[in-house]
């Protein structure tokens, strides 16, 4: 029990010992501390002291440092002077409590300066300050780099410069708006990196330098190169397209700085006809539609770019559609449709006919059915981006014709005589010519035009027309055909006439031939006096003034004649004689003019056979009048006997007649013998009723 409480006794001497060891030993532990703030700011120029104090030994080993750099070494309270790296002895210098000064402080002396120290046994201690040096901040400028950003590039830095300073902090602007580090703005080393600069970026740069002694403003404006941008065209008047003799304005802007300018480019040729990028297209032809290329160029960033404008101009056909319709082998109808000319070609179709097919400009359909088309009307609609427009055909079988005949002379003095058979037809009928049942070919003597529609036959003699038999046309197309026979027939007219003037001293003849007589020329033939000149005085023609004698001749084409300087006194006698060149054919009727010349001998002869008749019918009427007279009287004296009452009562009921009218010679007209003699239904007159008188008795004396 004892040696237990020995052994605790002597357990806590031990660590009553210890403890006071150890406390010692932490007690005389060396500690440096700063005296002040260990951030120093001065400026250039001035003196520092970087002061501290140190505890827990004496006469310690005192090394300073600027960054890892010894710039001193010395022992407190030692009989030598410290040790200063050679370029820096006329600036620092080590205090006798180890801090270090500074006397007129360059800016680069500027740094993180640390003092060590240490004695034997008691280990290191060290502190640290942060000395920096400043100058006042003098003359500052901005610079960029490149002169001029561009949009798009890879990067643009502004950098500041000055006369002289050191910057404690910088601040950068925009506009007034403080920009900070990120993924487009980057502020290092004395300048602000501009990332990918774009038009946004353009404007005022401002920095702001500070130090704890001066602060300073630099500005400048930035401008960035961008564009052109895709070009903007307009056209006006805005329209799909343009017709000929219109005018258009087209015109070109594109964003950028600076301006981009604008030329245009059609044909693969520069046009200079623009300003200010608009092209100004007045009556536009359709050579002028196409593709318009504007070009605009940055001429400063170099920069250029293009776009396209169609521009496109149409020009009406010409005229109106027309439509036709041709015979294909004179069995097949092949309906056409034409609206030629125009841009583009107008789209044709015939949609009786097809809905499928089409064509431009000429368009054709073959019909093989022709005979559901006789009299059956087809439209053509013709399409055109400027204009809709339609035509119409109908086809339709020969229609009846009278053939007609034209007669000349030719120079070598045959007669030519020129057949026409022309019908009415859609598509124009084939005229087929035969003689006596056998075909006419061309050759001599016969002619037919390339139309077929005339036969020429020349002759010396006009026998071989007459004597020829008929000539016969037949007129055909796909709906049908028409036949004609003609009969030439010699020289004659059918009609004529004569007319006067208001004086009678001039007269026009006018006359007419068959449609098939064979007529070169005729004579105009008078009988009478002759006729005057022009001076009343002297006579034009001579002859005996009772037989016709030519007075004109007329061509085979002529149907009148004027004759003048006739004597309104006296009396001519006209007649037309018709000619196939040397033979004459029968003469016109005879036309006469002047004053009256007496009654013709057919008129005396007239009047002679007509004066014993006129007396005759005279006589006639006479004994006519006396025999109804007599017959009146007579009925006047027969025997009148009684008569009943009851056919007195008959006789005053019937209803009273008109009384005759008197003859001019104051006779009664005689009574109306036919009306005596008709049936009851004829009469026009209601007769009275018979009624029946009752019996009587009458007594009769004689």
Not at 101 to 129: C, D, E, Q, R, W
Request: charge should be neutral.
């Amino acid at each position: 029990m004892k040696q237990l409480e020995w052994f605790q006794n002597l357990s806590a001497l031990v660590l009553i010992v210890l403890s006071f060891s150890a406390f010692q030993g932490i007690k005389s532990q060396l500690v440096v501390s700063p005296v002040g703030p260990t951030l120093v700011n001065v400026l250039a120029g001035s003196n520092v002291t970087l002061a501290v104090s140190f505890s827990g030994a004496t006469d310690p080993v005192v090394i300073w440092f600027n960054g890892s750099l010894t710039v001193g070494t010395w022992t407190i309270n030692a009989n030598f002077p410290p040790d200063i790296v050679d370029d820096s002895r006329d600036v620092l210098r080590i205090e006798k409590d180890g801090s270090l000064t500074f006397t007129n402080v360059p800016k680069h002396f500027s740094g993180i300066y640390t003092v060590n120290m240490t004695k034997s046994g008691l280990g290191k201690a060290s502190t640290t300050f942060n000395l920096r040096i400043y100058e006042v901040i003098q003359v500052v400028t901005l610079s960029t780099q490149p002169d001029f950003p561009q949009e798009g590039a890879e990067r643009f830095t502004l950098q500041y410069s000055m006369l002289q300073g050191v910057v404690g902090q910088e601040i950068w602007s925009l506009n007034g708006r403080k920009l900070e580090n990120g993924s487009h703005y980057l502020i290092e080393g004395g300048s602000l990196v501009i990332r990918g600069p774009n038009r946004s970026d353009i404007g005022s740069y401002s920095v702001l330098l500070m130090n704890p002694f001066s602060n300073a403003t630099a500005q400048k404006n930035v401008t960035v190169l961008y564009g052109p941008d895709e070009p903007i065209i307009e056209a006006l008047p805005a329209q799909p397209f343009y017709e000929v003799g219109d005018s258009v304005i087209i015109s070109c802007n594109a964003e950028g700085f600076p301006q981009p300018t604008a030329e245009w480019v059609f044909g693969g040729q520069t046009l200079s006809e623009f300003h200010q990028g608009i092209l100004n297209l007045t009556n536009v032809q359709t050579n002028q539609g196409g593709v318009y290329t504007c070009s605009v160029l940055n001429a400063m960033s170099g920069k250029k770019r293009e776009k396209n404008v169609t521009i496109t101009v149409y020009e009406r056909p010409l005229g109106d559609p027309t439509c036709s319709v041709l015979s294909v082998n004179n069995t097949d109808l092949q309906y056409q449709c034409r609206w030629v000319g125009g841009t583009p070609n107008a789209q044709l179709t015939f949609p009786d006919l097809s809905t499928t097919s089409t064509g431009a400009g000429i368009f054709s359909l073959t019909v093989t059915d022709a005979s559901s088309f006789d009299e059956k009307t087809v439209v053509c609609n013709a399409e055109h981006p400027i204009e809709h427009k339609t035509c119409s055909v109908t086809a339709s079988r020969p229609m009846n014709f009278l053939p007609a005949v034209k007669n000349t002379v030719d120079p070598d003095g045959q007669i030519a005589v020129t057949i026409y058979c022309v019908s009415d037809a859609s598509p124009q009928a084939v005229v087929s010519w035969s003689r006596g049942g056998e075909e006419v070919i061309n050759g001599t003597p016969y002619q037919i035009s390339s139309n077929t529609t005339q036969l020429k036959i020349r002759s010396y003699n006009i026998s071989t027309f007459l004597l020829t038999p008929n000539f016969t046309c037949t007129c055909r197309n796909p709906l049908g055909s028409q036949k004609k026979q003609v009969q030439l027939q010699g020289p004659s007219i059918s009609d004529s006439s004569l007319f006067p003037n208001e004086d009678g001293s001039i007269i026009t003849l006018t006359w007419e031939v068959p449609p098939t007589s064979i007529v070169t020329g005729f004579d105009i033939q008078m009988k009478g006096p002759d006729l005057l000149s022009n001076n009343e005085k002297n006579a034009m023609t001579k002859g005996n003034s009772n037989e016709y004698r030519i007075i004109q001749q007329k061509p085979g084409s002529a149907r009148s004649a004027d004759i003048f300087f006739l004597d309104p006194d006296l009396t001519y006698r006209f007649r037309i004689i018709p000619k196939a060149r040397l033979t004459d054919g029968e003469p016109s009727e005879v036309h006469r003019i002047g004053p009256g010349e007496g009654l013709s001998g057919p008129a005396i002869a007239g009047i002679a056979a007509g004066i014993p008749c006129s007396i005759l019918t005279l006589f006639l009427i006479i004994g006519l009048i006396v025999l109804i007279f007599y017959l009146h009287k007579k009925k006047s004296r027969q025997t009148r006997y009684p008569v009943s009452r009851a056919v007195e009562k008959v006789k005053n009921i019937q209803p009273n007649s008109a009384p005759h009218k008197m003859l001019n010679a104051g006779l009664r007209s005689p009574p109306d013998y036919n009306r005596l003699h008709q049936t009851p239904s004829e009469r026009s007159g209601t007769l009275p009723t018979f009624v029946p008188p009752p019996p009587v008795r009458v007594a009769t004396t004689v």
